[in-house]
């Protein structure tokens, strides 16, 4: 006798995400926990993004949208600036903050991690969906969804 599984428990809300959702850093999101975003970006500046600094506490006056286009010009295309040895969420912020646009969808996040993981000495993997639960829970690190219009 084989038995039926029961219907998945969905909410409306997850039937209504779009397959393929865009993610971006929300600055909001971080100020809204008592944290700098200056501080918290400039701590994922790589060297050369520093250097091009006039002083050293001269990032303290830019903006967010500064402090990324200096990311994105100085350190997206550094080979260690993403690292397969890095936590998860720490990727992600890092892949949003020189991204061109500023956001990414989860098909191209996934495909960038498993890029990074699958050369690595220690091969790790996540699925797409549990990637997505993830980033949907990633307030901390100021990550959220690009509510589509």
């Known amino acids: 006798m084989t038995t039926k599984a029961p219907p998945e428990d969905t909410t409306a809300q997850e039937e209504n995400a779009p397959e393929d959702p865009r993610y971006t850093v929300e600055p909001a999101l971080i100020e809204s926990q008592g944290r700098s ?14 250097a091009k600094l006039k002083t050293p506490d001269a990032w303290r006056a830019l903006s967010f949208l500064q402090m990324r286009r200096l990311a994105r010009e100085s350190c997206a295309k550094q080979e260690d600036y993403l690292s397969a040895g890095q936590p998860v969420l720490e990727t992600v912020f890092r892949m949003l903050l020189v991204s061109p646009s500023g956001t990414m969808p989860l098909s191209d996040i996934h495909e960038t991690l498993v890029g990074l993981w699958t050369t690595s000495p220690s091969p790790r993997h996540i699925g797409i969906d549990a990637l997505r639960r993830v980033l949907d829970h990633a307030e901390h690190f100021g990550i959220g969804a690009v509510e589509s219009k």
Do not use: P, T
């Open 37 to 50: 975003v200056a501080v918290v970006v400039v701590d994922r500046l790589c060297d050369a993004a520093l």
